[in-house]
């Protein structure tokens, strides 16, 4: 769209509806807020990767100012507009040449009657981590250094992640009764989105819709059922049919006192696949479960909790709305993406996946996306991962707690069975971190915060195709208050990871067709530091420097180092 008549049709949308709220209700409210951002980056690669290369680029300047215009109508409860007006323009640029206009973001939300919510347009949904769920990064752990959070917000933010839900376009309803029969209340939220759209010919629309019953009965007594079908539409010439449809039920019940909450839940249930493929007249159905119960302690005058949860989930569970990734790890980064005379791709790195917004998936795959087992082995489709069964336990402390907060988790699963061989893998795994604000403990008027954190896998299995793979994940950080609102932040991002590993090859229909071994030894580690300048609670700025590091010991010629120098400026109204 042309950017000026862009411009001129928003300035007389904001006019009309500024000039018309008093006269549509006295109880309309419009409200603009939005984000601007402004980010430069320098780049430089170096090392064994690229020594000798004259054609592929080892330098580069990058970045991007976006202005976002969050534009907010409420006419009494009945009916509330949404919309995200964005406005970015690539660096080196000029006089608004490739500058993009778009809508990020349009959503209706109301009440119809005294109790029934719909939300419409942009929509975020989620259930439980074994239905709708969208599974965090494995690399991402809440004790990041500050330096790295900031990267990982705006990755957030460009992606649409709102905790683990996932942001689709659709229609979505809630429905709340209160006092039923001896129960305090019943929810129900049912929604409905067009996850692909049809050509007509080979292509149908696919459809993702469901729902969960929530029902209180008293404060100690709890339960749900959730029911997700995600299939295509039929279409006379289409080639294929895809179908999946996952039910589960779960349940808390505790008890607590001045000193002690213990609860007991947990979720059980099934999921059931098909595939029918038209131009070869083949078809494939398959089913399986899963069940997770669940104890949960709370120590309240220590603010301790301590929990312990025993998982099986089938080799055939089957749940894409839980079990996408959230990074591509096929994705071949947008900085320096080739190498050796641009012959061959660099591959992303640790570095690229927690800094590059492309590398991220916006969308829910039907099939199991491959991983990379040095960024995680046990879960890498999070919660949801099949042919995961075993025990977890974990200590935390309680989120009251303003000035230490920490946490430790262990994991001790196995394969429910064997990828092809009858010997099953082994995963254990420790995960954990500790936040202390010396400054808070201190009583100073101002920030100095120490996070640690670590992550280390351990995978094997006997036989003839044994498996021995073990990786680290270290994060460490700082931010000293240096000066009024002016901070010295800084942390290191350390892995090494050693060993085999058979990657699976799957159809499009989930189903293993094969296994690729994949030998791994090497590390990479990520070193940054820099100034924050919070100017106030709505802008700050920030600059830093990082050094990245890539070395694989048994792979001459491919270690190198990747250095940025990073900008950034946000504002938030």
């Known amino acids: 769209m042309n950017k000026n008549v862009f411009l001129l049709a928003f300035v007389i949308w904001a006019t009309s509806i500024t000039a018309n709220a008093q006269v549509l209700n006295k109880n309309t409210t419009f409200k603009v807020g939005g984000l601007g951002r402004s980010v430069l980056t320098s780049d430089k690669l170096s090392g064994d990767l690229v020594e000798g290369d004259t054609i592929s680029p080892k330098k580069g300047l990058g970045g991007y100012t976006l202005f976002d215009l969050n534009m907010d109508l409420t006419i009494n409860k009945i009916f509330n507009a949404n919309t995200i007006l964005r406005m ?255 012959t061959t791709n660099r591959g992303a790195m640790i570095f690229d996946r927690t800094t590059q917004e492309q590398s991220y998936n916006r969308n829910i795959s039907q099939t199991m996306q491959g991983f990379l087992p040095q960024y995680g082995n046990i879960t890498p489709y999070g919660p949801a991962t099949a042919n995961r069964a075993g025990l977890s336990v974990g200590l935390a402390t309680d989120t009251s707690l303003k000035n230490i907060s920490a946490e430790v988790n262990f994991d001790m699963l196995s394969e429910v069975q064997g990828e092809g061989t009858t010997e099953l893998r082994k995963f254990t795994g420790i995960r954990g971190g500790v936040l202390v604000n010396i400054g808070g403990l201190a009583k100073l008027n101002r920030v100095i915060d120490i996070s640690a954190g670590v992550k280390s896998e351990n995978t094997i299995r006997g036989g003839a195709a044994e498996v021995d793979f073990r990786s680290t994940v270290i994060d460490a950080g700082l931010a000293i208050e240096t000066l009024k609102r002016v901070d010295l932040i800084g942390g290191v991002k350390l892995l090494t990871a050693k060993g085999n590993e058979y990657l699976t090859t799957r159809d499009i229909n989930n189903l293993a067709t094969g296994f690729t071994p994949y030998l791994y030894d090497g590390s990479e580690n990520i070193y940054s530091a820099g100034l924050r300048f919070r100017f106030a609670e709505f802008a700050q700025a920030s600059v830093v420097y990082n050094t990245s590091q890539l070395k694989r010991n048994t792979v001459t010629g491919t270690n190198y180092n990747f250095d940025q120098l990073f900008f950034n400026f946000t504002l938030k109204f």
């Open 88 to 342: 970015k323009n690539p660096y080196g640029t000029f006089y608004g040449q490739d500058t993009k206009f778009e809508f990020r973001q349009l959503q209706f939300r109301g009440q119809i009657g005294r109790k029934l919510k719909y939300e419409l347009g942009d929509i975020y949904i989620g259930l439980t981590p074994f239905t709708v769920f969208n599974a965090n990064e494995p690399l991402d752990n809440r004790f990041e250094a500050d330096v790295f959070k900031a990267r990982r917000d705006i990755l957030n933010y460009e992606n649409f992640y709102v905790g683990n839900k996932w942001r689709l376009q659709g229609l979505q309803l809630f429905y709340n009764v209160d006092s039923v029969l001896v129960f305090q209340k019943i929810g129900i939220n049912v929604f409905g989105v067009r996850t692909n759209a049809t050509n007509e010919t080979t292509i149908p629309d696919r459809i993702l819709f469901g729902g969960r019953l929530d029902v209180l009965q008293s404060a100690r007594f709890k339960f749900g059922v959730n029911a997700v079908s995600f299939s295509d539409l039929a279409v006379a010439s289409s080639a294929s049919k895809f179908g999946n449809d996952v039910f589960s039920s779960d349940l808390e019940f505790n008890l607590q006192n001045d000193a002690l909450l213990f609860a007991i839940g947990g979720e059980a249930g099934t999921s059931s696949s098909s595939y029918n493929d038209k131009l070869t007249g083949t078809s494939n159905s398959y089913s399986d479960y899963f069940y997770k119960p669940e104890i949960k302690l709370a120590f309240k005058p220590a603010k301790i909790g301590l929990t312990a949860s025993y998982r099986n989930v089938g080799a055939q569970f089957n749940s894409p709305t839980a079990q996408t990734q959230r990074v591509n790890s096929s994705y071949n980064p947008s900085i320096f993406p080739t190498v050796n005379s641009a």
